[in-house]
Nanobody, 124 residues
Framework: QVQLVESGGGLVQAGGSLRLSCAAS????????IGWFRQAPGKERSFVAH????????NIADSVLGRFTISRDNAKNTVYLQMNNLKPEDTADYYC?????????????????WGQGTQVTVSS
C-alpha cells in the first residue's frame, strides 16, 4: 500500500502558475504510474495527466496541453504537476493517484490509491 499527500494548491490570479506536489510514503513511488485528476464543484473527477514509472512517458489531457506538465523525482518519492497560464476554469480540487497498470491509464478505475486532494482556485 502507498499513502499519497498532495500539496502546493492555493489561490492564484489568471495567468499565474502553481506547482503541485504528490509525496508518497509506504512504498516506493517508482512502483506506480502516477496520475493527476481534478474535480471542479458540481462536476465529475477528470483526468489531467499521468507519468510512467521512470518518467519517460507522459500523457496530458487536451484541456491543459501546453500549459501543464507532469514530472517525477523518484529519489524524492515525489511527483509534480507544473501548472502555467492558469485559467479560472482550472479551479478544482486536484488529486494524485497511483496505478499498478502498465501503459495508458486515464480512467479513475485504473488507479488504486488516492490522495486527499489540494484545492486550486484561479481568480479572473
Amino acid at each position: 500500500q502507498v499513502q499519497l499527500v498532495e500539496s502546493g494548491g492555493g489561490l492564484v490570479q489568471a495567468g499565474g502558475s502553481l506547482r503541485l506536489s504528490c509525496a508518497a510514503s509506504g512504498r516506493t513511488l517508482s512502483s506506480f504510474i502516477i496520475g493527476w485528476f481534478r474535480q471542479a464543484p458540481g462536476k465529475e473527477r477528470s483526468f489531467v495527466a499521468h507519468i510512467s514509472r521512470n518518467g519517460g512517458r507522459t500523457n496530458i489531457a487536451d484541456s491543459v496541453l501546453g500549459r501543464f506538465t507532469i514530472s517525477r523525482d523518484n529519489a524524492k518519492n515525489t511527483v509534480y504537476l507544473q501548472m502555467n497560464n492558469l485559467k479560472p476554469e482550472d479551479t478544482a480540487d486536484y488529486y494524485c493517484a497511483a496505478s499498478n497498470y502498465y501503459g495508458f491509464a486515464d480512467k479513475i478505475s485504473d488507479y488504486a490509491y488516492w490522495g486527499q486532494g489540494t484545492q486550486v482556485t484561479v481568480s479572473s
